[in-house]
């Protein structure tokens, strides 16, 4: 029977992804997100409704083109400034209704996120099916936090399986646990973050606190024996890249033998081009990337644990 | 004039500017003056969204008393509403999801509990859509702009200004006597996202070798052959001044191009090098201008960026001056009835902008204007 129901809101659909669970994969993103991660490198994928992007390096100008002024903005958004040629637009005023998009010819004004059915988006996932039964790759549901959209995800997921594919989805789990439970029957794979360990930090630096996520995590690990769980640790300078939080998540992970292994990803700035699309500020402007000696380091308590934890089994 | 006892407040959107302070005094003195009462909204709208973040209350309330001798002093004495946004407020909700929520209407609620009759709302000019969007909804507001880079448009001098550029040009002034005495090219990249006034005034004072600003897109081929020809002369250092909005006539070929394949992977759709101008970030400006003129002239150059540093201090006697009169002329603004403007100065006078009339526009430099013949003739190079 084929699943044509329910509609999700994708973001998009990235195709050969090797980062994001074994083997070659489809990532597809979902939007929407629950947390607000200041070094996010998706911040497209945080509303939960398609929103407006803007970028003038594709602007055609006043000259050429024009056709998103004089009237086409209902909330006269968009305007262009002083003897400037490009267009700009007033975020404040936007509504993200989307009128100026198909006005653009040269794809400057564009909506971030399609609904598309389950259908839909295997079809476009299948398309490399190839190439999963040759790597061990799958799919992988990423976000914004995929979890958001339970009843989407469950159906993709199962049908995925029902078409031979293998499934993993990326997750932070601040979410109600109904959701999860609805979803992870579903999953072979989940990649999940340990993003900071006191929950007074994580509220500063993610926009709510963790006590949600590690409660999820413990009753997820127990509930799905059977599942492979990763964890991971977006790794930022000064504010998570310490001795103590890796031993924490360690500590944490190590009474679950599904939990198969845990990594550390460097941050890095390569999404900061997204937030000028949107208007948005970039709250990581003086950040850079956590050196090798400190992925080294951290990387070495890491691999000296799991390999104590490996022996003594 | 309508002199019967009323209730307003004051509140100041995000971001700094020398003079904030001389506003709430010329607006508590114009206020007091006429019988009425006059609180502060502490940290833009928050003090009335967020109270409990007070102990002293998210609302202050000011008198002459308070206010005596604040106006020749730099910061705000109610704080500013960094990204205060009352149609996006963020918060989390009972399932721990962050989310941002329109409280606009119960904001509206709030300032009629509180029976403010009007708000003054200080802000900068890319906010103005908030208040106007506000005005809609019922908020009686008169808007007062901040503007250190004096890019906003009907008023002839922002408050602010006068104290920036003072700053910049000693900055400027120091950058030099660095440059000469290592034999070096200082490049400065100082506010200026929409318009180079204060680029190309603070360039002008000091006599800066070249000014790359928003409103003429720079060749650095060009700023480079009028460098090399003051070495010929026998210079040995030089001062070019950059606004961080300024842009280049072609995407330098030295923007660094990451890997396509990895980029993707990390962040789908992120586009451009470290070179690209999709996004504005501090320094950036100075670190493509600094090293392009190295190549170009095969001389050592620095970048320095003055960044925020330019909006903070006391007010020099123009802004004080400013900041009293616009505060002031706000008060007047709403005893005369007016609803939904912007106080603009337009010398000699004080207008009053609609709102509408008001928002989406820019005071930039006039390329063909006295500032930038001025320039011309005393040799500074545009890069054109």
């Known amino acids: ?313 | 004039m309508k002199t019967e006892t009323r209730r307003i407040a004051i509140n100041f959107g995000g971001g700094y500017a020398p003079g904030l302070n001389a506003v709430v005094t010329g607006a508590v003195l114009a206020a007091r003056g006429l019988g009425w009462d006059i609180v502060g909204i502490r940290d833009g709208f928050d003090g009335l969204l967020f109270p409990d973040r007070y102990p002293e209350g998210g609302l202050m309330g000011l008198v002459p008393g308070i206010v005596r001798n604040l106006a020749g002093t730099g910061g705000c004495i109610l704080g500013t509403g960094a990204r205060s946004d009352p149609f996006h407020v963020r918060s989390v909700n009972a399932d721990n999801i962050v989310e941002e929520l329109d409280r606009s209407d119960e904001l509206l609620a709030l300032v009629q509990k509180e029976d403010i009759d009007a708000v003054i709302s200080v802000v900068s000019p890319g906010a103005l859509g908030i208040l106007l969007k506000m005005h809609r909804k019922g908020l009686k507001t008169v808007c007062i702009p901040k503007s250190v880079e004096n890019d906003v448009e009907g008023t002839m001098l922002s408050f602010g200004f006068n104290s920036t550029l003072s700053f910049v040009a000693e900055m400027l002034e120091r950058t030099r006597q660095a440059a000469q005495s290592s034999q070096k090219i200082g490049v400065v990249e100082v506010l200026g996202k929409h318009a180079g006034w204060l680029a190309l005034q603070a360039g002008i004072a000091v006599c800066a070798d070249a000014v790359l600003m928003p409103e003429i897109p720079y060749d650095l081929g060009k700023v480079a052959t009028a460098l090399q020809g003051n070495f010929k002369a026998g210079r040995t250092s030089g001062l070019v001044v950059v606004a961080e909005g300024a842009r280049p006539l072609a995407e330098p070929a030295t923007a660094s191009r990451v890997d396509a394949g990895v980029k993707a992977t990390l962040s789908p759709g992120a586009t451009g090098g470290s070179g690209s101008h999709v996004i504005d970030r501090s320094g950036r400006v100075a670190e493509e201008v600094a090293l392009e003129l190295q190549r170009l002239t095969d001389r050592e150059t620095y970048p320095l960026v003055l960044g925020q540093l330019a909006k903070a201090g006391a007010p020099t006697v123009v802004d004080r001056q400013l900041g009293l009169s616009y505060g002031a002329a706000a008060v007047r603004a709403i005893a005369e009835g007016r609803d939904g403007v912007m106080v603009a100065f337009q010398a000699p006078d004080v207008k009053f902008i609609p709102l509408a009339e008001a928002i989406n526009r820019v005071r930039a430099v006039p390329v063909e204007g006295g500032f930038v013949q001025t320039a011309r003739c005393l040799g500074i190079s545009l890069g054109d």
Request: with cysteine; proline share 7%; glycine share 8%.
């Open chain 1, 1 to 313: 029977m084929k699943a044509t129901n329910p509609k999700g809101l994708v973001l998009n659909i990235q195709h050969f992804c090797t980062h994001d669970g074994p083997g070659i994969r489809t990532n597809v993103f979902l939007k929407g997100c629950s947390l607000r991660c200041k070094w996010c490198s998706n911040p497209e994928s945080i509303h939960p409704k398609p929103e407006l992007g803007y970028n003038p390096r594709s602007c055609i100008g006043k000259k050429e083109c024009g056709f998103c002024l004089g009237g086409v903005c209902p909330e006269s958004a968009i305007f262009v400034v002083g003897p400037g040629d490009k267009v700009q637009v007033n975020w404040d005023l936007c509504t993200n209704c989307g009128a100026c998009v198909p006005v653009c010819p040269a794809n400057a004004l564009s909506l971030f996120g399609r609904e598309m059915t389950v259908d839909e988006v295997l079809d476009e996932v299948e398309q490399d099916s190839a190439f999963y039964h040759e790597s061990g790759g799958g799919i992988t549901v990423s976000g914004g936090e995929c979890q958001l959209q339970p009843d989407f995800l469950a159906a993709l997921l199962a049908e995925a399986h029902r078409r031979g594919i293998n499934t993993a989805i990326e997750t932070a789990f601040n979410v109600p646990w109904e959701f999860t439970e609805k979803v992870l029957p579903h999953v072979d794979l989940v990649l999940h973050d340990h993003k900071l360990t006191d929950p007074v930090r994580h509220r500063k630096w993610c926009g709510a606190d963790n006590s949600r996520i590690l409660a999820n995590l413990k009753r997820a690990y127990e509930t799905f024996p059977d599942t492979r769980f990763f964890a991971r640790t977006p790794l930022i300078p000064g504010v998570n890249d310490d001795e103590e939080h890796v031993r924490c998540v360690l500590e944490f992970i190590r009474p679950h033998k599904n939990v198969i292994g845990y990594e550390l990803l460097p941050y890095h700035r390569f999404g900061e081009s997204k937030y000028g699309f949107l208007g948005r500020i970039y709250e990581m402007m003086d950040f850079s990337s956590p050196t090798p000696e400190t992925i080294a380091r951290l990387q070495a308590i890491i691999d000296d644990v799991r390999n104590d934890e490996n022996a003594s089994k």
